[in-house]
């Protein structure tokens, strides 16, 4: 079982719901440095944390800044045991462009990773991918108030009056930088493929490529998705067409 996407059925009785004010409120105006530092601290209820650790974890990794998502690699290893062996090997790489790389593989292998913060918390996830739907990320700005949740912690300038300026700042300057980023799995799959054609023995090269493919299947394409998959897709039969990776991909997706 991995972290994957998708739409959830029923509320657990027991769990913490982020309501809809907090997640504007960290998806629009919070910064990394801050998600990180409630991700790792201990005010937050477990559920709540592992959303935010990673949501922080991803924004990291997309903006290549390792030392938050160093900090929250082990928070998520134990707050989502499935993700554990992803999160040591990632935290163990001691090549910053390899572990950019793990970190695009274990995206990869979890839908569920988005930069974003999202209102509610669910019982169960679907088994794999979602079709089209909720998989990695959406390519926009925050919706700074929804329905009007701020209005009472807010200021005249509509920032929450408990967050400093530059606080703000900084978090407008990472979500222009994500949204620079641009399409989740065309971003995904062009990252996995340029690191194989540099580096053909790398070990995870073959399942890279397989799930650099698989990923351009799940989520509403543009122009550029079916040439980066047909791309991955040659690579991988061209390179490691005897592998189980080859095997499962036998066609690319436009």
Same mark, same amino acid.
């Given at each position: 079982?991995?972290?994957d996407?998708?739409?959830?059925t029923e509320?657990?009785?027991?769990?913490?719901?982020?309501?809809t %004010?907090?997640?504007?409120?960290l @998806?629009g105006?919070?910064?990394? #440095?801050?998600?990180? *530092?409630?991700?790792? /601290? &201990?005010?937050?209820?477990?559920?709540?944390r592992a959303?935010?650790?990673h949501?922080?974890?991803?924004?990291?990794?997309?903006?290549?800044d390792?030392?938050?998502?160093?900090?929250?690699?082990?928070?998520i290893?134990?707050?989502t045991?499935?993700?554990?062996?992803?999160m040591?090997a990632y935290?163990?790489?001691?090549?910053?462009?390899?572990?950019a790389?793990?970190?695009?593989v274990?995206m990869?292998?979890?839908?569920?990773?988005?930069?974003?913060?999202?209102a509610g918390?669910?019982?169960?996830r679907?088994? %794999?991918?979602?079709?089209?739907? @909720?998989n990695?990320?959406?390519? #926009?700005?925050?919706? *700074?108030?929804p329905? /009007? &949740?701020?209005?009472?912690?807010?200021?005249?300038d509509?920032?929450?009056?408990f967050?400093?300026?530059d606080d703000?700042a900084?978090?407008?300057a990472e979500?222009?930088?994500?949204?620079?980023?641009?399409?989740?799995a065309?971003y995904l799959?062009g990252?996995?493929?340029?690191?194989?054609?540099?580096?053909?023995r790398?070990?995870?090269?073959a399942?890279?490529?397989?799930?650099?493919v698989?990923a351009?299947g799940y989520?509403?394409?543009?122009?550029?998705?079916?040439?980066?998959?047909?791309?991955?897709?040659?690579?991988?039969?061209?390179?490691?067409?005897?592998?189980?990776?080859?095997?499962?991909t036998?066609?690319?997706?436009?």
């Amino acid at each position: 079982t991995r972290l994957d996407s998708g739409y959830y059925t029923e509320p657990a009785p027991d769990r913490v719901l982020l309501a809809t %004010d907090a997640a504007a409120i960290l @998806d629009g105006y919070t910064p990394l #440095r801050m998600l990180t *530092r409630a991700a790792t /601290g &201990a005010a937050l209820p477990d559920a709540v944390r592992a959303d935010v650790a990673h949501a922080a974890w991803t924004r990291a990794v997309l903006l290549g800044d390792a030392g938050p998502a160093l900090q929250l690699a082990p928070i998520i290893g134990s707050l989502t045991p499935d993700l554990a062996d992803d999160m040591a090997a990632y935290a163990a790489e001691t090549d910053d462009a390899r572990r950019a790389f793990l970190g695009v593989v274990t995206m990869l292998r979890n839908p569920g990773f988005t930069p974003q913060m999202h209102a509610g918390l669910y019982a169960r996830r679907l088994p %794999d991918y979602g079709q089209h739907g @909720d998989n990695w990320w959406a390519v #926009r700005r925050a919706r *700074r108030d929804p329905q /009007g &949740a701020l209005r009472q912690v807010s200021g005249p300038d509509g920032i929450p009056v408990f967050l400093a300026e530059d606080d703000v700042a900084d978090a407008d300057a990472e979500a222009a930088a994500l949204i620079e980023i641009g399409h989740c799995a065309n971003y995904l799959c062009g990252a996995a493929t340029r690191w194989v054609k540099r580096h053909r023995r790398d070990p995870l090269a073959a399942e890279a490529l397989y799930l650099a493919v698989r990923a351009t299947g799940y989520v509403w394409s543009n122009e550029e998705t079916g040439r980066l998959s047909k791309a991955a897709h040659a690579l991988l039969h061209k390179r490691y067409g005897d592998t189980e990776w080859a095997e499962k991909t036998p066609y690319w997706y436009d």
